[in-house]
């Protein structure tokens, strides 16, 4: 019953967020937890997408891949295979949903804010990470529209973290590895803002179908990990 | 507060399943929520994908599409365009994996059945209709596969069905429509099976994040639904 | 030398066209040769393909395409695929220019009329079923066009009906259903006006080369056939 | 009244075959109507397409394709925009279904032959010159499949070429140049074998539909030009 | 040590340039080497990439493409693989940037001319064959430019060819065929100005690397076949 | 005429390679040039392309490509486009080339190594800092492949590393970051052995045509570079 790297159920990994990691982007990070690594790069660009043009609101947008090798085994390159995945689909759009939720387009003005979220090392929890470090990304980029395209109030509502968790051998258990996430039963990925409300919730069984107080159990769970990932984010943009 | 057609919150659309509609397919369902029309086709072919060749297991994957003029104003088809969009990518992963949590892999022996559910006509909960019609031209595919295919037990561990639910104008309701959906707050997907358990949660802010006891009020709302739904798929299967 | 579903070699299957299956097209029909099912939706939009503006003048175009499971064995989707296959993009040609044989493009306007003929069963004359159902959805769409967009004169000058024959076992047939067209001699498509002149004639060879005599048989057989259809639509163009 | 180039009405322009302008290819001929200029490459090959492997049989198949220059204004490259375009899909089946019109498959074994004609530029009738010096390349191919692979019949059951025919200016003409097939009213590309039969006709009405009697008198027309194109065909293989 | 068709080390092979092969083309020239023949047909259009818009400046881009039985056994269309391979990729670029290095923007205004080499024969020095092919078609596309956009001064500032050279069997040769290319140890593509200065220097070690003696041998020879390139299309281009 | 950021014209950027900075590679290093910065990753694969089996060789292969902010503006996501350009062909090309040609085939056995070489951050040279760093992790690669498949004898029978040289206001420079780069006049990326011969030499005026002496004095400045390159490679590689 013990966990692979010996946590206990409630444990998150070792979670560092290296910030202005890019000497270029708006906002940049490298957000790690334990052996995941994904680097996080937000760019600001004038001009919104053709069909929000003349609304006056903004757009953020986010782009997730994982380079050939961050995995165990070697996978072909979306460019080089000429399309990109429904995986890689679906985790873009829950990383642009999930920063769009905490942004007020109309204080943002006309302008696109797009981040980048390239998995340079995988180990499990590659999406929630993202999520996590892109946020801090976004902060900076946020930062430098405010002050060269002279915003009159703060596009930002709010933070928002993210974690997985997932029932392992019967036990719930917060932000799992790659070993645990290929053998949990169920698995759930929790977006979360930093007053602890829900953005997104994404529970699927992966063998079992499973019951209410199991959701109630790693809902508590997920909310949990995320205050203390609030928490991490928040020293990160110190300074 | 009304609904626009006039429901209580927690009162389907009016559901019909046309088992069998189409000629050559091993399974088939027309199925309808209102004027959500979807078309699920069930092909049962021998063999399985690569990946899981010589394992004696099979295969059950799903494709979604729509047709152009089935929304309002018309989209470009995906086949013109040359590549299949996040949306549609993420849909035909939710039914396939939906569909897969009541089979029993081995019992199939290698053999694919593949669900194809082309939207005819889109107005709201197009997923969660076709996987409620999906099950049904399952049912029917397994049952040739059987007899065909000479399996020693039955494939089927259960059945799904699934429907949105979610917060418009503050009011938690059952089964949106194309309007209600445009407006809602927070939109959930909810996948059961015909014993009351969850498959798939997916839970969306898409303005204001959403609390716990929101959260748990859909679920509710949810789960009752697919009682209903259930009931009217086994009307559907019987003769 | 009995056809396989018993009809004489110059009477058509049953045919029903359904007008206004689809609630949001400006025109549709759901159209049936026998077990042969297409549904047809008109699309009207503002505006002409860039190489047309400015001309004044509208434009009528058409996608055809088959849902996987019409056949009966699965064919792969052209989305997934990643392009449209020559066949497809035959029939799509050949659907736009029959229709735009019927129209006056200085009366449209710059109006864009888009025909979706998508096949949702095959036995066998889909592409001829496809314009003679095409031609019912372009009516009501035309006048969707006059009455919404004021056109000062009509823009159809006539009506269009197309019917497949051939040659099986010697003998010159109409209609030919998928058994007879797979083991066809010679195959032709004809498109006719509802006065009974000539738009496409298009007639190839399978097996051995045909001599004039046939061919003028043929032909005979296509004009007869389209009086029919002919009446058909206007029966399903009445209320 | 008087044709561009001063042609009378069943008059072909200047017909050239350069046999063998390839040093490459099992057969090759380099074909001229007029400015019309098409090189044609025969290509053997061990082994048929997947779908016919073990049927002992044979398969002739064709790709047809204009340089980016071949005609007034610059085209796009088709490798450029990553995909066919419906009209060379449309030609390259119907150059392929013409020669396998005078082809066994039986005597030619599990080969392929491939033409591949490819237009260096153009002025009307690409698609019925690729035809006719298809057939004059396939010839030496079948020589060389047959010598090579040790044959012991002939695969070749008979000669086949190419015309197209039109209405221009109320007028019926033999072999359209550009200028004149851009103005036409109805245009037909006639496909026949060398002892007068009929393997393709494709009649379209370019602006108004077309009479029987219209028909009649193009048919004779493009026999007749059939019956010159195969004289010159005869002579390019002497020798 | 004699090279497969008896020439001197640094012997061309016998090369031809037939200006104004194509009717359509502003420029147009077919290129020899031996059997290496390369179709080079120049386009003048007005306007310039998107990029380049509002500077007055010109551009000059070149596509280079292969016919598919060009070469020994047949190659796929790039057109049906859907994508352009780094090969077709990289000898275009080669093409357009070697002749813009002749060329000055400023005094074409903004207009465009583009370069398309389709390679309709191949035997070794494709690329570089097109390269002096393409210069001649070039040349007559300027003087097309000057007289009907009353250019000012002349675009072209010198004149530009290339030949390859390589190491074989530890002999250094110009112009090598196909037969010696597939087995050179080290070979070199070099693109000279009329007055002798280099453009491109392209080598690469195919078997073991090469010391800085044998560079300088090959450049030397290069050179000095293009001096001699330099004549011939001085040649071509009278009259 | 100083450097932008102070360097003599014959100084390398500062050089760092982090050997291993990867975690499931079979060989990595993260490579910087002052602020370029390659991720370079090997794969070690049992198998050989198609094209290769049955031989009993090796093979060595590059992919190289860039992360959409790693430059100053964002570039588009070339698995978005849906292919890969023309430049990042080359650069793979080139690497892949460049590693080959320290490498035993036949030593090898059929085992494929992969590198891949994504770009994390741009300054200019990085084609050639990919190169330098990809040496290194395929010497790991290598290492692993001769343990885990027991080689008779080390297919390793070199060293490579590659540093770009330029001609910048009249002056010969080594190593140019982006700001030289842009402005260079000519611009040559020279790939060298650890004993000084030439495996690539790509010479290009990006302006004016040069003469042999530049040439020669930046093919100096190149070798020079590369000796103080072999010895950061080794540095890296010890221990």
């Not at 060269?148 to 917060?174: C, E, F, M, W, Y």
């Not at 949990?184 to 529970?203: C, H, L, P, R, S």
């Not at 205050?227 to 300074?239: N, S, W």
Request: proline content about 3%; aromatic content about 4%.
């Amino acid at each position: 019953m013990a966990r692979p790297d010996g946590r206990t159920p409630n444990e998150l990994r070792p979670v560092t967020i290296t910030r202005k990691w890019l000497r270029h982007a708006e906002g940049s990070a490298l957000v790690e937890f334990g052996d995941t690594r994904v680097l996080c790069a937000a760019t600001v660009e004038d001009g919104v997408p053709r069909w929000r043009r003349g609304t006056g609101e903004g757009w953020v947008t986010a782009e997730y891949a994982m380079l050939p090798r961050s995995t165990d085994t070697r996978g072909a390159r979306e460019s080089v295979k000429g399309k990109i995945g429904g995986r890689t689909h679906e985790i873009s759009r829950l990383i642009g949903r999930s920063l769009r939720a905490v942004i007020d387009f109309k204080a943002m003005g006309e302008h696109t804010i797009t981040l980048d979220c390239d998995v340079l090392q995988a180990d499990g929890g590659t999406r929630t990470a993202a999520i996590t470090g892109a946020y801090v990304a976004l902060v900076d980029a946020v930062k430098y529209l405010r002050k060269h395209r002279n915003l009159k109030r703060d596009p930002l509502t709010g933070s928002v973290s993210a974690v997985s968790v997932g029932i392992v051998q019967g036990q719930s258990r917060l932000d799992l590895n790659y070993l645990e996430d290929s053998v949990a039963q169920t698995d759930m990925n929790v977006v979360v803002t930093g007053d602890g409300q829900f953005i997104e919730v994404q529970g699927t069984a992966e063998g079992a179908p499973f019951d209410r107080s199991s959701l109630d159990g790693l809902l508590d769970l997920a909310v949990d990990g995320c205050v203390r990932l609030t928490e991490i984010q928040k020293k990160a943009l110190v300074g």
